[in-house]
């Protein structure tokens, strides 16, 4: 489950982040979502022709996500929603209070994580988020998150090595991983949207200030990363083993060392999906042998192989470099950056 709230009327830009930060969090995109005759998805039906919100229908098309409109007055064509609504009404929101729609939006995230998603449901009889990631989340499409999201009116900022930005003649803090490097802003009402350039997630939050010459900091961009650091790595090594995790995150933190702990995380994630692979080492050995790599490459990389591993070598000759001939019988991959063009392995590396 993935919920998303809002403070005021829901417009069809909202929806589409939305979307996108669901697709992010389930990391992966589904093949069709079915809709109610809401405007922010149909403009008007007639005869089962639709006419979709154009905003909305190019942001599915660039998601590669199929849209399906219920047919008008006709219950039994609805998607089966109503009960996971009521039970976010009756076990989140019932008889509780927020300081803010910033501290609802947090416990909102950390409820889903801790409660809504750890349950025993009552249909399945299992986790949700076990099942998902034992069944479910192999049946998902890669979410290559579509140029349209990210914001064209942002501004560039660069932070400095207090880990602070500019904005208005005052000055703003983010998180220190990023101290040093440059980030995007935007105004959203009363508040300061801080996100990375490379993928538009939000990195930080404040409240405008008014005057001039103060200095805005939330005291949590100050905690020390690196721990957390250090225990995704630990938790790389406990799966691949010490001497293969520690070439990896030697080889990922050299080609990124900006976003390095996004990096070491998003390993995880990926290594994770494939847990049920018994021989997961043999192709994570070849990628360590590679000079440079992103995350995205392994995620790729593991999906042709797996794909097509009656054709894969278990070793590089003489140990050179991996050759793009070895890659070539590869299926073809989806390559995030790519838009509407499909790119073998062997082109990628």
């Known amino acids: 489950m993935y919920v998303a709230a809002s403070n005021r009327p829901i417009n069809t830009e909202m929806f589409i ?5 669901a697709f992010r969090y389930f990391d992966g995109v589904c093949e069709e979502c079915v809709y109610d005759q809401t405007k922010l998805v149909a403009i008007r039906e007639e005869f089962r022709e639709v006419w979709f919100n154009e905003r909305f229908y190019q942001y599915a098309s ?3 996500l199929d849209i ?4 008008g007055y006709d ?3 609805k998607g ?7 039970y976010v009404k009756n076990d989140f929101f019932y008889g509780d209070t927020f300081d803010s729609f910033d501290q609802l939006n947090t416990d909102l995230c950390s409820w889903v994580d801790t409660v809504a998603n750890k349950r025993i449901h009552g249909t399945t009889k299992k986790k949700p988020e076990e099942l998902y990631s034992l069944v479910e989340q192999s049946k998902m499409k890669p979410y290559l998150q579509p140029e349209m999201m990210f914001d064209v009116n942002g501004e560039k900022r660069n932070v400095d090595k207090t880990s602070l930005i500019s904005y208005k003649s005052n000055k703003y803090s983010v998180p220190m991983i990023y101290q040093s490097s440059t980030v995007m802003i935007r105004q959203d009402g ?3 949207i801080i996100y990375k350039p490379e993928s538009s997630d939000i990195i930080a939050k404040h409240d405008i200030c008014e005057g001039k010459g103060h200095i805005i900091k939330n005291t949590n961009h100050y905690r020390d990363h690196q721990k957390r650091i250090k225990d995704f790595e630990e938790d790389i090594a406990g799966i691949v083993g010490n001497d293969l995790g520690q070439k990896l995150c030697t080889i990922l933190k050299a ?3 900006k976003i390095y702990r996004d990096q070491v995380a998003g390993l995880i994630k990926i290594i994770k999906q494939h847990s049920d692979k018994q021989d997961i080492n043999n192709p994570l050995g070849l990628l360590a042998e590679r000079p440079r790599l992103r995350v995205t490459f392994i995620r790729d990389y593991l999906e042709a192989f797996y794909t097509n591993k009656e054709y894969m070598p278990f070793s590089w000759p003489d140990n050179q470099e991996p050759r793009s001939d070895a890659l070539s019988r590869y299926s073809i991959v989806s390559i995030s950056g790519h838009h509407n063009k499909e790119v073998t392995a062997h082109e990628y590396i």
């Open 75 to 77: 219950p039994e064509s």
């Open 255 to 257: 080609s990124s060392p």
């Open 17 to 21: 982040r939305m979307h996108d930060e």
């Open 190 to 192: 009363s508040k300061l």
């Open 62 to 64: 660039a998601a590669r």
């Open 68 to 71: 399906r409109v219920c047919e």
């Open 80 to 86: 089966k929603v109503e009960s996971g609504v009521k």
